[in-house]
């Protein structure tokens, strides 16, 4: 990709998402979709619940923007569906069995796509291939990474700082082994949610949590 055209639209998508931090704060106080402090939640004053909603309209963005292919098209869709589940959630507080079956049951959509681990690399020179446990494991790996990290979601910074740390990771590995197949995805990813960060600690922008829709689907994704 072109170095000016890339930073162009790193400028743009800044803007945009920080356009998009307002606008859904605005709607949100409206509409009454903010976080209530109680006795287990101590943070001040009522906290709009956009900070996923910010993250999933900047994909959405980005998908019209890259190309992608068509895995990554299959995964957005599936977890736009763990988007509007965690919204559903956020604001009538869902039982954790309907969200837990709901997420198995994305989990294996994907997994029929032909989305899954199918072996564990190779030690030795032998491929440890897994067979039909991969189904399994796939599913317990997707489902368990989509609540651990909706389970972390409990201070400023923790659950988006766990993905960060994650997509870093993903993108070094990628470099070091000469896989450059999505970076730009995983590079955005990172943007975006550094831009999050500034509005969850609420450095220059209005604070906003991530909710549970935005959790789920980061975690998902």
């Known amino acids: 990709m072109n170095f000016f055209y890339f930073i162009t639209i790193v400028i743009l998508l800044t803007m945009l998402q920080i356009f998009f931090i307002f606008l859904y704060n605005k709607i949100a ?5 903010v976080d209530i402090p109680s006795e287990r939640k101590l943070h001040k004053g009522k906290i709009p619940m956009t900070g ?9 963005f980005y998908y019209f923007i890259f190309p992608t ?10 977890s736009s569906f763990i988007f509007i589940i965690g919204l ?9 069995a309907y969200r837990f079956v709901l997420q198995f049951l994305a989990s294996i959509t994907i997994i029929g796509f032909g989305i899954r681990i ?6 030795y020179n032998i491929s440890i291939n897994l067979g039909g446990f991969g189904i399994i494991l796939s ?10 990290i909706n389970f972390s979601d409990g201070l400023d910074g923790l659950a988006s700082g766990y993905i960060i740390n994650g997509l870093i990771s ?3 590995f990628s470099i070091f082994f000469g896989n450059y197949n999505n970076l730009e995805i995983i ?19 209005p604070k906003t949590f991530l909710g549970d829709s935005g959790s789920t689907f980061l975690g998902f994704f």
């Open 187 to 205: 590079i955005f990813l990172i943007l975006f949610l550094i831009i999050f960060l500034f509005s969850n600690f609420k450095i220059y922008l």
């Open 88 to 96: 559903i959630d956020d604001k009538i507080n869902l039982p954790f």
């Open 118 to 123: 199918y072996d564990l690399g190779e030690i």
């Open 29 to 33: 106080i409206n509409f009454d979709f």
């Open 170 to 172: 993903l993108l070094i």
């Open 52 to 60: 996923g909603a910010v993250i999933f309209t900047m994909i959405v």
């Open 139 to 148: 599913a317990l790996s997707i489902v368990g990474f989509t609540n651990s």
């Open 69 to 78: 292919d068509n895995n990554l098209k299959i995964i957005f869709i599936v």
